[in-house]
């Protein structure tokens, strides 16, 4: 008895907090939640869904599959009104971009998300690379291989190979890393 005493009494505090509060503030008013370019008679029940930025983005990316890719870009363009610091929503009309042959703009959108978030990108980038650099070194140690038939030869010059395709790639590494830290500046 005393515990249901307790919730009834919570649960009407939260609801006087609530409706003081919205009062307060102005109302609450379906009108608050959807698009205000709609006048009030003609929503109806699709109208008063609202996206968050992330459910815009796979909006988007539906959209394109399906072929629309005038209403993809403006479901990222709602997503970013939204998000302006969205990150993934941005390289994602970037991506929209440069399927269109619009490259400037892509171009732009790529560096703008790049310094949104660029601990992501510099991940993104280092496993690219580290995928890159291994076939062309696997490539480099087939074709070495097939030209060297001493035993003891081919074990010092695929060392040699290696050792220089890591110091390449570890200078790559560490400008790409001094990039993504200058990009937090």
Same mark, same amino acid.
């Given at each position: 008895?005393?515990a249901l005493y307790k919730?009834?009494?919570i649960t009407?505090t939260?609801?006087?907090?609530w /409706?003081v509060t919205?009062f307060r503030?102005?109302? /609450? /008013?379906?009108?608050?939640?959807?698009?205000?370019e709609?006048?009030?008679q003609?929503l109806?029940?699709?109208?008063?869904?609202?996206y968050?930025p992330?459910?815009l983005r796979?909006?988007a990316?539906?959209m394109?599959?399906?072929?629309?890719?005038?209403?993809?870009e403006?479901?990222l363009?709602?997503s970013?009104?939204?998000?302006?610091?969205?990150?993934l929503? /941005?390289?994602?009309?970037?991506?929209l971009?440069?399927q269109q042959?619009?490259i400037?703009q892509a171009?732009?959108?790529?560096?703008?998300?790049q310094?949104l978030?660029?601990?992501?990108?510099?991940?993104?980038?280092?496993?690219h690379?580290?995928k890159?650099?291994?076939?062309q070194?696997?490539?480099?140690?087939t074709n070495?291989?097939l030209?060297?038939?001493?035993?003891?030869e081919?074990?010092?010059?695929?060392?040699q190979?290696?050792?220089?395709?890591n110091k390449q790639?570890?200078?790559y590494?560490?400008?790409?890393?001094q990039?993504?830290l200058?990009?937090y500046?």
């Amino acid at each position: 008895m005393n515990a249901l005493y307790k919730l009834i009494l919570i649960t009407l505090t939260s609801i006087t907090v609530w /409706v003081v509060t919205s009062f307060r503030l102005g109302g /609450v /008013v379906p009108e608050d939640f959807v698009n205000s370019e709609i006048p009030v008679q003609q929503l109806t029940f699709d109208t008063f869904q609202t996206y968050s930025p992330t459910e815009l983005r796979r909006l988007a990316l539906k959209m394109f599959e399906q072929g629309h890719p005038d209403k993809a870009e403006f479901a990222l363009q709602q997503s970013l009104a939204r998000d302006p610091a969205n990150a993934l929503s /941005v390289a994602a009309l970037a991506q929209l971009y440069l399927q269109q042959k619009k490259i400037e703009q892509a171009q732009f959108l790529l560096k703008h998300s790049q310094r949104l978030w660029p601990a992501k990108f510099y991940q993104l980038q280092k496993r690219h690379v580290n995928k890159q650099a291994k076939k062309q070194l696997n490539a480099q140690l087939t074709n070495l291989r097939l030209q060297i038939k001493d035993k003891k030869e081919l074990q010092t010059k695929i060392k040699q190979m290696k050792n220089k395709h890591n110091k390449q790639l570890e200078i790559y590494m560490k400008k790409l890393e001094q990039e993504t830290l200058n990009a937090y500046q």
